[in-house]
């Protein structure tokens, strides 16, 4: 199963009427490979995250002027809550199920993307 993985408040605003939400309950929830589209100060493209099941991550957006890596770490404020703090900002964690497929978002606090 494809897994996706998207940073950007406009998408998460579009489809939280189509998915259910999963709370997190702990980081290894969230721990594996995930693919999909990455927004991010530095552009719109292809990318690829993996978290380590105590939350730490590391990814790369593929963009048409060169690779990007960014990292980070995510936490379990309390269960269902998660935040993340990485090198393209900070802010809450949501993970969703549409019809058996998973999207993870990472939503800056500042609203940006």
Sequence with gaps: MKTSVAWAVAVAVLLA????TVPIQTTADLSGEWTGRVTSPAGHALGRLTIAPDGAFTGTMYLDAGDR????????????QARYQG???NGIVRL???HGRATLRFL???GGV
């Excluded at 009427?17 to 259910?20: E, F």
């Excluded at 890596?69 to 269902?80: E, N, Y």
């Design 96 to 98: 969703t199920d549409d």
């Design 108 to 110: 800056r606090d500042d």
């Design 87 to 89: 090198t393209d900002g």
């Design 17 to 20: 009427g189509c998915a259910a």
């Design 69 to 80: 890596p960014f990292r980070g770490s995510v936490l379990v404020v309390r269960p269902g």
